[in-house]
């Protein structure tokens, strides 16, 4: 089992355009989340999705929009980068609620100049 | 609202010296308690839970109900325990969601 796998690795945009960062997991787990990580702020959650099907604000989601496309892949999309988005990017999984270990990805590095 | 706090950001030893990371938590309900720790260019990982009243790798956990903490400690420091560790706070079975605190790196010196 590869786990919870992310992509791209790195990435560098421009002020303005746009990117989907993907995620995937192959542990049948029931719900995802993604978070950023800054320096000083530890992991802050933009959106999860509790079960296929749905997503829910996390405590910092504006400048993004999610998708849970099915029950393995929950895609993250940056609609217009700003520097302050700047940042690593985990997504983690659970195998379902209740259960409250979150497994993690390995991360997207994003840069936005 | 729920918080996490670790005060130190930087935490340095020499090898074979105690360590104790704090942690400190604001929530009113019954929270469950996590520390992660994520290595050098390592994924993050769960470390232990306070459920579990485990050792991993030596590191207790204690949760202190009195004093909302749940410090992070080893007796004896090894050089591979240098990392970045997060604690994190679990409020609702509903949603999975944790809250993280800003995070200590432990760097250990031979």
Known sequence: NAGVTQTPKFQVLKTGQSMTLQCAQDMNHNSMYWYRQDPGMGLRLIYYSASEGTTDKGEVPNGYNVSRLNKREFSLRLESAAPSQTSVYFCASIPGLGYNEQFFGPGTRLTVL | ?110
Request: proline share 5%; with cysteine.
């Open chain 2, 1 to 110: 609202a729920q918080r996490v706090t670790q005060p130190e950001k930087l935490l340095s030893v020499f090898k074979g010296a105690p360590v104790e990371l704090k942690c400190n938590y604001s929530y009113s309900g019954s929270p469950e308690l996590f520390w992660y720790v994520q290595y050098s260019r390592q994924r993050l990982q769960l470390l232990l839970r306070h459920i579990s009243r485990e050792s991993i790798k030596g590191f207790t956990a204690d949760l202190n109900k009195g004093e909302t903490s749940f410090h992070l400690k080893k007796p004896f420091a090894q050089e591979e325990d240098s990392a970045m560790y997060y604690c994190a706070l679990s409020w609702s079975s509903n949603t999975g969601k944790l809250i993280f605190g800003q995070g200590t790196t432990l760097q250990v010196k031979p």
